[in-house]
Structures are given as structure tokens and as C-alpha cells.
């Protein structure tokens, strides 16, 4: 890479770690501009998802204060989480990337569709308490197919989480985000270990995100836990219709 390629490398793992800790999708930044600097489509999804992990380490430490009380449900739903983001990794090397293409605008098109109409089925479920509380089957179930398309690929996967939480969960929004990140740390995690072991990184462009992520990490907790319920489901759409853009014509 030449200097100018590695600068772009790095801003856009800044953008990428912000994204991510506010919403998700930090990846829609990140993989096209390793495609154009040279790398090849696998090395790239691999090299990012390493390189993504500081940044969702420090969004998740930036959002501690939320996770307060939370313990019990990260454990449960953490869980859950590193088994599906093991087989997403698994399945990006064992499937073409078709196998997901068709389907992934669909469903975060749903999962967006859930984040606006939230606060009216949250109450119209109101009654249904020991649901909300811990989610229920249908939550895990949701947690895991989600966490296996983390691993595999990841853009959006965030909207994802917060659409299920948000809908299946009695907490608030803010509350739900931080779960998110704790839970995308682990996917990515668990993602990249696997990769360790099977896969060929660019080392220069996971060290360049790396750092970039780290720094965008804390700058999208300081934003992202700022804003209010209506805001951020704001950001949570606009993302999310980006991303199913750029999935389509990618």
C-alpha cells in the first residue's frame, strides 16, 4: 500500500469503530476500501475482522456504565453469540458469497422495520412480562442467526441486534447498545481466532483498522450514549438503509 492508500485505511477504521459503537455497519466503510487498495474479497473480510476487534473493545468499555445490572443477560446472550459468530466463520470459508447476498438486504430491511415501529409493539407485548424480561427462545434464536452472519460477514449486524433486543427486551435503548457492542466484540473475537488458524491476513491493513477502530471506538461511545431514544433510532435507519444499498449494488 502506498502512503496515501494507508492513510484511507486508517480514517475509515476511525469511521468504522465510531459507526460500529453507535449502531453497526462499520464495515460498509471498511470493505470496499481494502477491495480497492488490492486485497483480495476473503483476505479483506478476514483482515477487517481483526482488525475491527480494538474498536469494538473500547465501545464496549466506553458503554460500562450501562452494562450495569446487565450481567446475567450478557453471559446468556454472549454465549449464544460466540457459538453463531464461530459458524458464520466457519461457513464464509466453506460457502460462496452468494449464499448470503440474496437474503441479507431483505432482512435488515425487517430489522429496520422493527426499529421504527419498536415503542408501539413494545407495548402492545407489555403483558407478556417474563418474555420481556429475558427474551425468551425467539431472542436466542434471533441472537444466534445473527451472530453467524456477524461471522461471516458483519455489515449491519448491529441493526440486527438492536431491532431483536429492542423488541424482545423491557429495557431501554441505550441499555440494549451496550449489549450490542459487548456482544459484537465477541463475535468478531471468536471470528478472528478462527481465522488465525485457517486464513492468510494483511497484516498492514489489520493494524491500520486496528488502530483506527480503538480511536473511533471511544469517540462513538461519547457520541452514541448522548443520544436520545428518537435520535438514535434515526441513525439506526439511515445506517441501515445505507447498508442494504450498498449490499444490492455491491
Given at each position: 500500500m502506498?502512503?496515501?492508500?494507508?492513510?484511507?485505511?486508517?480514517?475509515?477504521?476511525?469511521?468504522?469503530?465510531?459507526?460500529?459503537?453507535?449502531?453497526?455497519s462499520g464495515t460498509l466503510i471498511t470493505f470496499p476500501v481494502l477491495l480497492a487498495v488490492g486485497l483480495p474479497p476473503v483476505t479483506a473480510n478476514v483482515s477487517n475482522t481483526l482488525g475491527l476487534v480494538p474498536g469494538s473493545l473500547t465501545g464496549a468499555f466506553g458503554y460500562r456504565r450501562e452494562l450495569e445490572g446487565q450481567r446475567p443477560r450478557v453471559l446468556r446472550l454472549g454465549?449464544?453469540?460466540?457459538?453463531?459468530?464461530?459458524?458464520?466463520?466457519?461457513?464464509?470459508?466453506?460457502?460462496?458469497?452468494?449464499?448470503?447476498?440474496?437474503?441479507?438486504?431483505?432482512?435488515?430491511?425487517?430489522?429496520?422495520?422493527?426499529?421504527?415501529l419498536q415503542p408501539r409493539l413494545s407495548r402492545a407485548m407489555a403483558g407478556h412480562r417474563g418474555r420481556k424480561e429475558?427474551?425468551?427462545?425467539?431472542?436466542?434464536?434471533?441472537?444466534?442467526?445473527?451472530?453467524?452472519y456477524g461471522g461471516y460477514?458483519?455489515?449491519?449486524?448491529?441493526?440486527?441486534?438492536?431491532s431483536l433486543m429492542g423488541l424482545l427486551l423491557s429495557d431501554t435503548l441505550q441499555r440494549i447498545n451496550a449489549v450490542k457492542n459487548v456482544l459484537a466484540l465477541l463475535v468478531n473475537g471468536v471470528?478472528?481466532?478462527?481465522?488465525?488458524?485457517?486464513?492468510?491476513?494483511?497484516?498492514?491493513?489489520?493494524?491500520l483498522i486496528a488502530g483506527g477502530a480503538a480511536i473511533g471506538g471511544v469517540i462513538g461511545a461519547r457520541v452514541g450514549r448522548r443520544l436520545p431514544p428518537t435520535a438514535l433510532r434515526g441513525v439506526i435507519v439511515v445506517v441501515g438503509i445505507v447498508a442494504i444499498v450498498q449490499l444490492i449494488i455491491r
Open positions: 502506498s502512503v496515501w492508500e494507508m492513510l484511507a485505511v486508517f480514517a475509515t477504521g476511525i469511521g468504522a469503530g465510531t459507526i460500529n459503537t453507535i449502531v453497526g454465549v449464544t453469540a460466540l457459538a453463531g459468530g464461530l459458524t458464520g466463520a466457519i461457513l464464509l470459508l466453506a460457502l460462496p458469497s452468494a449464499a448470503f447476498d440474496a437474503i441479507v438486504p431483505a432482512l435488515i430491511g425487517i430489522a429496520l422495520v422493527l426499529v421504527v429475558h427474551g425468551g427462545p425467539l431472542l436466542v434464536a434471533g441472537i444466534f442467526l445473527s451472530s453467524a460477514f458483519g455489515a449491519a449486524q448491529g441493526v440486527l441486534y438492536l471470528a478472528a481466532v478462527f481465522f488465525l488458524f485457517v486464513a492468510h491476513f494483511d497484516w498492514t491493513a489489520v493494524l
